[in-house]
């Protein structure tokens, strides 16, 4: 299999309408691609991102039915994001989304498979240190509630992280 910097050589020995062509048919190729290259190149589509991390985030159906959250769903959609680049806030914003939809689950029914108590640490760690990243501290008070809202068996460990990154008390 040829290396990348073969690749682009002959891409770029193509006459502009062979490129053209080869664009195409990489754009077509998959929803993932498509989704890649509006983000990448027109900075348009990140909202699909965020869309695609709520719903796979949702702990019930339409019907009100428990609903599984399939944790490799939601890293492969969060990973997907990091590659296209997505805005510091986009990511910020499916972090808390995800880290959201966990501890739902978690409350809604009592706890959960053990790998989602460690995705809403590994997500409120994302988010917290993104936060402070793009300087938008502002926003702790409001994470402070949260916590203090949704209190299971967690949020000691929860709490330590806030005050670990925040250096701020619940």
């Known amino acids: 299999m040829a290396n990348l910097r073969e690749i682009k050589k002959a891409f770029f020995e ?19 691609i498509k989704e890649f290259l509006n983000v990448r190149l027109l900075n348009d ?39 296209s680049k997505v805005k510091k806030d986009t990511l910020c914003e499916m972090e808390w989304i995800a880290f959201d939809g966990y501890m739902t689950s978690l409350n809604d029914y009592g706890g959960g498979p053990e790998s989602y108590e460690n995705k809403v640490y590994d997500h ?35 709490w330590e992280l806030f005050e670990e990154i925040t250096g701020e008390s619940v």
Do not use: C
């Open 45 to 83: 589509g990140e909202e699909l991102y965020i869309e695609k991390i709520r719903k796979a985030t949702e702990s019930s159906t339409p019907m009100g039915l428990p609903k599984t959250i399939k944790v490799t769903q939601v890293n492969s959609i969060l990973n997907k994001a990091k590659k």
């Open 14 to 32: 193509l006459s502009d309408k062979e490129q053209e062509s080869i664009l195409k048919e990489i754009y077509s190729f998959s929803k993932d």
């Open 124 to 158: 409120l760690k994302n988010y917290l240190l993104l936060l402070n990243d793009i300087s938008k501290n502002d926003e702790l008070d409001g994470v402070k509630h949260y916590l203090r809202e949704h209190t299971n068996m967690y949020y000691d460990h929860l």
